[in-house]
């Protein structure tokens, strides 16, 4: 059964870091993009950033260009989101998905 577990979110300050992981299990993904997502409060779902299956092509929506970056361990079987210079409106549960599968997220806030 796959299952993809996200971890790392939490309570960070304007400004600050945070690295969101996300373990893949059930199958290997090494071939396959993988993407993060998020979801804040009453909005709808949007995409954040994604990367091929070898690593060699990223992609990142504009709000969050040159602040976010995405890589991965395919030993591990795992993608990151190294997020820096957050700010309140990044505040949201941050999603993983590789092709039809998706974690259950991990809640980010960001104070002012």
Known sequence: QVQLVESGGGLVQTGGSLRLSCAASGRTFSAYT??????????EREFVASITGGGGTTNYADSVKGRFTIYRDNAQNT???QMSSLKPEDTAVYYCKVRIYWGK????????
């Open 34 to 43: 993988m993407a993060w997502f998020r979801q804040a409060p009453g909005k």
């Open 105 to 112: 997220g991990t809640l980010v806030t960001v104070s002012s």
């Open 79 to 81: 993608v990151y989101l």
